[in-house]
Protein backbone atom coordinates (compact mmCIF):
# COMPACT_ATOMS: atom_id res chain seq x y z
CA UNK A 1 0.00 0.00 0.00
CA UNK A 2 1.08 3.35 -0.98
CA UNK A 3 1.12 6.53 1.69
CA UNK A 4 2.04 9.92 1.10
CA UNK A 5 4.70 11.78 3.13
CA UNK A 6 5.82 15.72 3.34
CA UNK A 7 10.23 15.85 4.27
CA UNK A 8 10.42 19.32 5.74
CA UNK A 9 13.93 20.95 5.39
CA UNK A 10 15.12 24.11 6.84
CA UNK A 11 17.83 26.41 5.13
CA UNK A 12 18.88 29.36 7.11
CA UNK A 13 20.54 32.61 5.30
CA UNK A 14 22.11 35.38 7.05
CA UNK A 15 24.25 36.93 4.83
CA UNK A 16 23.69 38.12 1.39
CA UNK A 17 24.21 36.16 -1.89
CA UNK A 18 25.29 33.08 0.24
CA UNK A 19 25.11 29.65 -1.13
CA UNK A 20 23.99 26.90 0.68
CA UNK A 21 24.28 23.23 0.20
CA UNK A 22 22.44 20.77 1.50
CA UNK A 23 21.11 16.86 1.77
CA UNK A 24 17.94 15.60 2.63
CA UNK A 25 17.35 12.16 3.81
CA UNK A 26 14.03 10.18 2.79
CA UNK A 27 13.32 7.08 4.42
CA UNK A 28 13.99 3.58 2.84
CA UNK A 29 10.83 2.55 1.92
CA UNK A 30 10.70 5.92 -0.22
CA UNK A 31 9.49 4.95 -3.60
CA UNK A 32 8.66 8.13 -5.69
CA UNK A 33 9.44 11.67 -5.27
CA UNK A 34 5.93 13.16 -6.66
CA UNK A 35 6.34 17.12 -5.65
CA UNK A 36 8.20 20.06 -4.36
CA UNK A 37 6.90 23.15 -2.83
CA UNK A 38 8.98 25.94 -0.99
CA UNK A 39 8.39 28.39 1.54
CA UNK A 40 10.41 31.44 3.23
CA UNK A 41 10.00 33.66 6.69
CA UNK A 42 11.73 36.92 8.00
CA UNK A 43 13.39 35.97 11.28
CA UNK A 44 14.77 38.84 11.88
CA UNK A 45 16.41 42.84 10.30
CA UNK A 46 17.31 45.60 11.70
CA UNK A 47 14.26 47.57 10.92
CA UNK A 48 12.14 44.68 9.61
CA UNK A 49 8.92 45.75 9.57
CA UNK A 50 9.12 48.74 7.06
CA UNK A 51 11.52 46.23 5.41
CA UNK A 52 8.99 43.83 4.83
CA UNK A 53 5.65 45.64 3.81
CA UNK A 54 8.24 47.50 1.52
CA UNK A 55 8.89 43.34 0.25
CA UNK A 56 5.00 42.72 -0.28
CA UNK A 57 3.73 44.98 -1.20
CA UNK A 58 6.35 47.21 -3.90
CA UNK A 59 6.83 50.21 -5.63
CA UNK A 60 3.38 50.68 -8.01
CA UNK A 61 4.44 53.98 -8.54
CA UNK A 62 6.26 53.29 -12.08
CA UNK A 63 4.52 50.11 -13.50
CA UNK A 64 1.03 49.26 -13.07
CA UNK A 65 2.11 45.68 -12.19
CA UNK A 66 5.11 44.36 -10.59
CA UNK A 67 7.00 40.55 -10.71
CA UNK A 68 6.88 39.37 -7.63
CA UNK A 69 10.13 39.13 -5.45
CA UNK A 70 12.51 37.20 -6.02
CA UNK A 71 14.06 35.42 -2.49
CA UNK A 72 16.30 32.60 -3.63
CA UNK A 73 16.90 29.89 -6.40
CA UNK A 74 16.59 26.50 -5.28
CA UNK A 75 17.66 23.01 -7.02
CA UNK A 76 17.42 19.52 -6.39
CA UNK A 77 19.44 16.51 -7.30
CA UNK A 78 19.26 12.72 -6.60
CA UNK A 79 22.61 11.41 -5.68
CA UNK A 80 21.79 8.57 -8.32
CA UNK A 81 21.31 10.71 -11.40
CA UNK A 82 23.03 13.37 -12.55
CA UNK A 83 21.76 16.76 -13.16
CA UNK A 84 18.80 18.89 -11.34
CA UNK A 85 15.29 17.32 -11.32
CA UNK A 86 14.03 20.24 -9.81
CA UNK A 87 15.25 23.90 -10.59
CA UNK A 88 12.74 26.90 -9.25
CA UNK A 89 12.65 30.32 -7.68
CA UNK A 90 11.58 30.96 -4.28
CA UNK A 91 8.95 33.83 -4.64
CA UNK A 92 7.87 37.02 -2.07
CA UNK A 93 4.33 37.27 -1.36
CA UNK A 94 1.96 37.74 -5.11
CA UNK A 95 2.90 41.56 -5.28
CA UNK A 96 -0.48 42.00 -7.82
CA UNK A 97 -2.58 40.01 -5.54
CA UNK A 98 -5.17 43.46 -4.95
CA UNK A 99 -4.88 44.25 -9.01
CA UNK A 100 -8.38 43.93 -10.29
CA UNK A 101 -9.73 42.95 -7.34
CA UNK A 102 -12.78 44.72 -6.53
CA UNK A 103 -13.97 42.78 -3.14
CA UNK A 104 -10.91 44.47 -1.42
CA UNK A 105 -13.94 47.41 0.15
CA UNK A 106 -14.12 45.99 3.67
CA UNK A 107 -13.13 42.67 2.24
CA UNK A 108 -9.04 42.48 2.60
CA UNK A 109 -7.28 40.37 -0.05
CA UNK A 110 -5.30 37.54 1.32
CA UNK A 111 -3.82 34.22 -0.08
CA UNK A 112 -6.17 31.97 1.69
CA UNK A 113 -9.50 33.79 0.28
CA UNK A 114 -8.31 35.17 -2.90
CA UNK A 115 -7.12 32.06 -4.60
CA UNK A 116 -3.29 32.32 -4.75
CA UNK A 117 -2.69 29.52 -2.34
CA UNK A 118 0.45 27.89 -2.55
CA UNK A 119 0.58 24.29 -3.78
CA UNK A 120 3.49 21.99 -4.93
CA UNK A 121 5.25 21.19 -8.04
CA UNK A 122 4.59 17.32 -9.22
CA UNK A 123 7.35 15.53 -9.88
CA UNK A 124 7.78 12.36 -11.05
CA UNK A 125 11.51 10.64 -9.53
CA UNK A 126 12.29 7.15 -8.97
CA UNK A 127 13.53 7.39 -5.63
CA UNK A 128 17.12 5.31 -6.43
CA UNK A 129 19.23 6.77 -3.68
CA UNK A 130 17.47 7.72 0.16
CA UNK A 131 19.57 11.11 -0.26
CA UNK A 132 18.93 14.71 -2.10
CA UNK A 133 21.61 16.74 -2.94
CA UNK A 134 20.51 20.53 -2.58
CA UNK A 135 21.39 23.79 -3.34
CA UNK A 136 20.57 27.45 -2.29
CA UNK A 137 21.21 30.45 -3.26
CA UNK A 138 20.40 33.60 -1.87
CA UNK A 139 19.44 36.63 -4.42
CA UNK A 140 17.22 38.72 -1.43
CA UNK A 141 20.12 39.89 -0.09
CA UNK A 142 21.95 40.61 -2.89
CA UNK A 143 19.10 42.83 -4.53
CA UNK A 144 18.87 44.73 -0.94
CA UNK A 145 22.55 44.94 -0.40
CA UNK A 146 22.10 43.74 3.17
CA UNK A 147 22.58 40.88 4.91
CA UNK A 148 19.40 39.36 6.04
CA UNK A 149 18.45 36.60 8.10
CA UNK A 150 15.71 34.87 7.16
CA UNK A 151 14.80 30.62 6.72
CA UNK A 152 13.62 28.55 3.46
CA UNK A 153 11.97 25.67 3.58
CA UNK A 154 11.83 22.86 0.83
CA UNK A 155 8.53 20.65 1.62
CA UNK A 156 9.61 17.09 -0.49
CA UNK A 157 6.12 15.45 -1.21
CA UNK A 158 6.97 11.36 -1.45
CA UNK A 159 5.52 8.30 -1.61
CA UNK A 160 6.52 5.54 0.94
CA UNK A 161 5.04 1.42 0.73
CA UNK A 162 4.02 0.29 3.78
Known amino acids: MMKEQVMV ?3 SVKRQGERKHFQ ?3 PKNTKFLIGIECGWRLIDKPDAISFKSQL ?3 DHSQ ?17 EESNWFYSGEVLGAEANLSYGDFS ?7 DCTHGNKRTEEIV ?3 AESTIIQGWYLDVLG ?3 NADINYEVRV ?3 INVEE
Open 24 to 26: IKL
Open 9 to 11: TKI
Open 142 to 144: KSQ
Open 56 to 58: IIG
Open 124 to 126: KVD
Open 155 to 157: YVW
Open 63 to 79: NLFQRSPLIGELKLQSC
Open 104 to 110: DKGFNVN
